[in-house]
């Protein structure tokens, strides 16, 4: 079959690849309708991600049909057409047990790597670094999908691949977001990004209350989606001082709810910029954290800071003491995808949010390297570049 | 959690005695004897052949010293730094590894006390066979050498198990005559909040004498260490996740190799 491998720093190449096949009892096989990019993506583009091998088949984010199952999968059959969970669970861990998949300890098929950098070792992830298990990707006609019962989700009639796709990450991941900053009726909620994630938290935070969502990015074409779709207020954080306009729009107060969707690769201006750049191209710093920063100082007093967008090491000049002094409530993670997709799918089944509209380009898989670039550098006004297999 | 005392008998008699009053007296292993006598010997020889000077004095001093160490096995700067290679030639390699299992206690207890269950968890066990209530015949397949892991040699032993108590402890231990004394226990205690299994394990091996032996056995034992961390870590997989999760055998763009 053909599959995108990543090669190196900014390289990723479309192969021929060996079909995949049943492993374990509990696997299935997918043949892959629809698999997108996504922002994490660009943090294995980047280098940034330590465990990538040349030759590592990427992509985390897809649906399709079941074409194989494992001789214990039993919810599931051949001609299912599922949306799967970029993220991996057991079911059978005490994490899983407590609806935090993302913390599954037993998922991770080489969880020496996680254990050793973060004292514990945590879920396996889809083409993401053999540091989060090492399985092979989802840009590719068919993929080996472990844990099949609590990874696929059955797309209900009606609902199109489109709209199904963006549930296994990019709205989940959003919601989750939202769901940890703990919104109460009537908040006011500051989203960092206006990427898929971004904007999908923008949606979540309506549905979760909010009373007024404002975005911030550097891009007019995502501040426009964010308007447009998201009903958001928007500042460009390349033409205002993003903690003094907070201030203005909240009479002197300042947002309740603060959500990063950005992470580790965080972009900034001015000094600040130059500082972070230089740190981590020595590798001082591995992270980024310039919205983090901005989003403590722009809380209120009391408020949560909500983190999503993916950090990999350590970060410096952390504004800890402000932090402190203000009371904040800080909640992050790696989505818990299973437990809102059902949900969510229900949502979209309903209507009241299509996350379709972040597919703008649909591509062959011979098309990896420049659909990539295009995410990357964010020309031709892409959202998401989406790789359809199966034509 | 039990507290548990180990003593390690020596293999046979013709091991070093384990009282105090040698134990006091010696603290360095024979290989270390040997080596010290020699060397002792040779820095003398040496020192002696250039007396007149200060690097002639100072050789013979501490050749005399390692040759003095070598003939009582005892090494005060041994002593002083509280180590003792004479008596770790007799014990045992022994890891101790934690792990909690989200499992009622009877279940994870079950499962390792059947003992056929073991090599699906524990990496270098072909098999377990129960041939009476308390005996068993092990067959492992052991890496011939630390640095090459193809060459594999069949080694198998018997083994009784010697204490157990239903859902709390196990211990075993090989027969005399085995070609590696090994040992082992486990136990199986609650979790604070009653919804989960902490099993802790402790394996052992002695091994075989001489010294080309425990010189590999020194070698092989933080592999050892990580092997026994990872085998329970294959055990909790098994009893909560029903399966060990892997990739090899997955596609991936390397041609020379399949994940």
Known sequence: ?????????????????????????????????????????????????????????????????????????????????????????????????????????????????????????????????????????????????????????????GVSNESALFTSDAFPTGYMAADFAGIEPGDTVVVWGAGGVGLMAMHSAWLLGAGRVIAIDQYPYRLEQAR??????????????????????????????????????????????????????????????????????????????????????FVDKFPMGAAMNKGLTFRMGQQFGQRYIPKLLDIVAKGEVDPAYLLTHKLSLDMGQEGYMMFKDKTNNNMRSVFAPAG | MANTTKTFAPPDSKGEE???????FTNVGTTGRLLSLLGGAALVYNGWNKKASVLGKSLTTVGTYLM?????????????????????????????????????????????????????????????????????HWVAKVPRNVTTKEKLATIAWDAQIEQEEENSHITWRSLPGSEVENSGEVHFTDTLNSRGTVVRATLSYHPPLGIAGQLAAKLLNPAFKE????????????????????????????????Y
């Open chain 1, 1 to 157: 079959m053909k599959a995108i491998c990543w090669e190196g720093i900014n390289k990723v190449s479309t192969e021929r690849v060996p079909d995949p096949s049943i492993l374990n009892p509990r696997d299935a096989i997918v043949r892959v309708f629809l698999s997108s990019v996504c922002g994490s993506d660009l943090h294995l583009l980047g280098g940034y991600i330590p465990a990538m091998r040349a030759g590592d088949i990427i992509g985390h984010e897809f649906m399709g049909e079941i074409v194989e199952v494992g001789p214990e999968v039993k919810k599931l059959k051949k001609g299912d057409r599922v949306v799967v969970c970029s993220v991996l669970s057991c079911g059978g861990c005490e994490f899983c047990q407590r609806e935090e998949y993302s913390l599954c300890d037993n998922s991770n098929a080489e969880p020496e790597w996680t254990e050793k950098a973060y004292g514990y070792p945590v879920a396996g992830i889809f083409g993401y670094s053999h540091a989060l298990g090492g399985y092979a990707g989802s840009h590719a006609e068919y993929t080996r999908i472990p844990f099949a019962e609590n990874t696929c989700f059955k797309v209900p009639d």
């Open chain 1, 228 to 313: 447009v779709r998201a009903n958001a207020e928007t500042l460009n954080f390349k033409e205002v001082d993003v903690l003094q306009a907070l201030k203005d729009m909240t009479g002197g107060r300042g947002p309740d709810r603060c959500i990063d969707c950005v992470g580790m690769e965080a972009n900034s201006t001015g000094i600040e910029k130059i500082y972070d750049y230089a740190k981590q191209y020595a590798r001082l710093q591995n992270d980024r954290p310039a919205v983090l920063r901005q989003a403590i100082m722009a809380c209120r007093k009391g408020g949560t800071v909500s983190i999503i967008g993916v950090y990999g090491g």
């Open chain 2, 18 to 24: 384990k009282n105090e009053s040698t134990k006091h």
């Open chain 2, 68 to 136: 003095l160490r070598g003939i009582s096995g005892f090494c005060p700067v041994n002593k002083v730094l509280q180590i003792d290679t004479a008596h770790a030639d007799t014990e045992g390699f022994e890891v101790t590894t934690s792990v909690t299992i989200s499992k009622p206690r009877d279940e994870v207890y079950q499962f390792w006390r059947k003992l056929e269950n073991l090599p699906k968890f524990m990496t270098y066990l072909e098999e377990v066979r129960q041939t009476d209530g308390k005996r068993s």
């Open chain 2, 227 to 258: 092997l026994v961390k990872q085998d329970v870590r294959r055990f909790k997989r098994i009893l909560e996740a029903v399966e060990i999760p892997t990739i090899i055998g997955q596609p991936s763009g390397r041609k020379d190799e399949k």
